[in-house]
Nanobody
């Protein structure tokens, strides 16, 4: 069983930067695919970014427009999301997710394929 705990959220102004962290425990997540999702008030949860375990391949939602960077530090069992040039539309609860991939390099933007989820961290961006 994997436990995921997000941190780093807060209230910032438009144009600011913020880095979210997600620390994993309970299993060695070196071979897990991992991702960030977010849920804005009144909206469904949506994909933000994903990273695979083997080749460190990444994938991003179009809405991120190159402003966010996902990375991982396996030695620290931690996933990161560096967010730059934040906009009010980025206001949401951000969740990290993890799961064993179908094969080594596999990763996916579909939340149904992730088995483990954190509780989320709130990011609020004022205009």
């Amino acid at each position: 069983q994997v436990q995921l705990v997000e941190s780093g959220g807060g209230l910032v102004q438009a144009g600011d930067s913020l880095t979210l962290s997600c620390t994993a425990s309970g299993d060695n997540i070196t071979k897990y695919m991992m991702a960030w999702f977010r849920q804005a008030p009144g909206k469904e949860r949506e994909f933000v970014a994903t990273i695979n375990s083997v080749a460190r391949d990444t994938r991003y939602a179009n809405s991120i427009e190159g402003r966010f960077t996902i990375s991982r530090d396996s030695a620290k069992s931690t996933l990161y999301l560096q967010m730059n040039t934040l906009k009010p539309d980025d206001t949401a609860v951000y969740f990290c997710a993890a799961s064993r991939p179908l094969f080594g390099s596999y990763h996916t933007p579909f939340e149904s394929e992730y088995d483990y989820w954190g509780q989320g961290t709130q990011v609020s961006v004022s205009s």
